[in-house]
């Protein structure tokens, strides 16, 4: 196994492969356009944005270890990165997070209006699933269909947005551990665990290395949100891009508010390691998404 | 050819699909749960209202002409309903169309808040998908997938939501008919042809009778569209359970502010009789489609 501390190697991979997906969604995102021009704008700003990218990152790397067709994977890629812009335009409206930042420049609402970003989230989160049922992403239909519902499984009610309504309903309430990590398995674990997952369904992975895949994803997923409510209590609004602070401010429980700064460091760690261990059946191919989990507990923004 | 008239027949019928539908949505929408409680809440409030259920009624009764089995019609006809209920509850929001009455009831965001109506309009939009998307819609996995596909069309950027777009972009400029043609294809013509059309899909009609559906809805919805104006116009907010004379005093173009009430009126009724014509490779199967055309431009509410 080569080198797993994320270094100059891993940095230039996730940008080449950030490069690749920007350009698959901008070649994929509606342009021009007559009255309905804005919407199409405010698409185009909430995703083409200079993102880390570090979703369609896993799905790419998960897609690589099973030699799958690249276009296929970025078509998927920029599925959930669609999926996930959606959840940033709409949790920063003033009704959810009220947030007037997002990677250092405006918010979708402050930059176009609320209405307009209210639909070109709709349209987003309608278009991840426009992208997966459409031919080009897998000449095998039933495939597409299983992208499609796991995708919506994991980014619905019982998901991602259930996880986003359980924020809104406990802030103010004092979540204890078993809670707070429910909460961000639905909240942010489920997309992640989409990405990694998705490689395996394109490739036709066994279903062991499913598995492994979704076991290295979730304790990923934890280690990273850990990983962001340590910058968020420790962080500083320039480098972030977005308002440091701001779950204390907002009276949020957090790993950090429970566990305290050092122990929550502690637990990230251990996390990131033992999301390591689920990948030992797989080869070097899989060094990046080793790598990526010791990136996540590092990065500074 | 039978009766078309829409008489007791036909609304008995548009009745007992409701109740069909309304109880398939029972049945697959979540509920209980713990603190996302109040999501789920509001996703069934939001759909499980003794609505008309006239686009189910129309996924129900193309499906019937090709003998679809029922269980496979009735969740592709809830999907529907839940984009619909979802497109309806976004609309209402303060940001929207700002209206505080739907059905007769408060509007999603009055009844609960804004934040769990933006959650729960997302969380029905994603759980269309994944009900499409499920092995229990067809056991023919192409079929899933271009079903999706299709109501992702329907319901996109290219779609309902460009739709909705262009009529909040156009308030207050005049429209002329072209215009505002384009705009009720998109905003409401969209999810009626797929409705229409997904029923062939399922009963994996010819690319002619695919075409003669499309050809129905679309004709169907315009008229349609035009009996909303004619009874915004002249209607009564306690019959339409919404508020009306809405769109005057929002200064926006309907049919009848650019035709007039008598010239929307004949249009409306060309329309409908174009609608039938339509249909005219089909059997007496297809009789309540065709009172359904007739039932459009009669409808009180």
Do not use: W
Not at 18 to 36: F, I, N, T
């Amino acid at each position: 196994m080569g080198e797993i501390v994320p270094g100059p190697v891993f940095e230039e991979a996730l940008r080449r492969s950030a490069r690749a997906v920007e350009s698959k969604l901008d070649a994929l995102l509606p342009r021009d356009g007559g009255p309905e021009a804005r919407l199409y704008e405010a698409m185009r700003y909430a995703t083409l944005n200079g993102g880390k990218r570090f979703r369609p990152f896993l799905a790419l790397e998960s897609a690589r270890l099973f030699d799958v067709r690249m276009d296929s994977a970025l078509r998927v890629a920029a599925a959930i990165e669609c999926m996930h812009s959606y959840s940033l335009v709409h949790d920063d409206l003033p009704a959810m997070d009220d947030d007037d930042l997002r990677r250092g420049l405006p918010s979708a609402h402050r930059k176009f209006d609320e209405a307009t970003a209210i639909l070109a989230g709709d349209a987003l989160l309608t278009f991840a699933f426009e992208i997966l049922a459409e031919e080009a992403t897998h000449e095998t239909p039933q495939i597409r269909a299983d992208l499609v519902r796991r995708l919506a499984e994991a980014a619905g009610a019982q998901g991602m947005v259930g996880g986003q309504m359980i924020d809104l309903a406990s802030q103010g309430t004092l979540l204890d551990m078993g809670a707070i990590t429910r909460l961000q398995r639905l909240k942010t674990g489920a997309l992640i665990v989409f990405a990694c997952v998705s490689g395996g369904l394109l490739g036709r992975a066994s279903p062991e290395a499913l598995h492994a895949l979704q076991a290295f994803a979730h304790d990923l997923g934890l280690a990273y949100q850990i990983a962001d409510d340590l910058l968020d209590a420790e962080g500083d609004s320039a480098i972030l891009g977005k308002t440091a602070g701001k779950d204390a401010k907002a009276g949020k429980a957090t790993f950090v508010s429970i566990l305290g700064l050092e122990r929550a460091r502690k637990q990230a760690a251990i996390l990131s390691e033992q999301a390591i261990q689920h990948l030992d059946l797989f080869d070097q191919k899989a060094d990046l998404l080793r790598q990526a989990a010791r990136f996540v507990i590092s990065r500074r923004n």
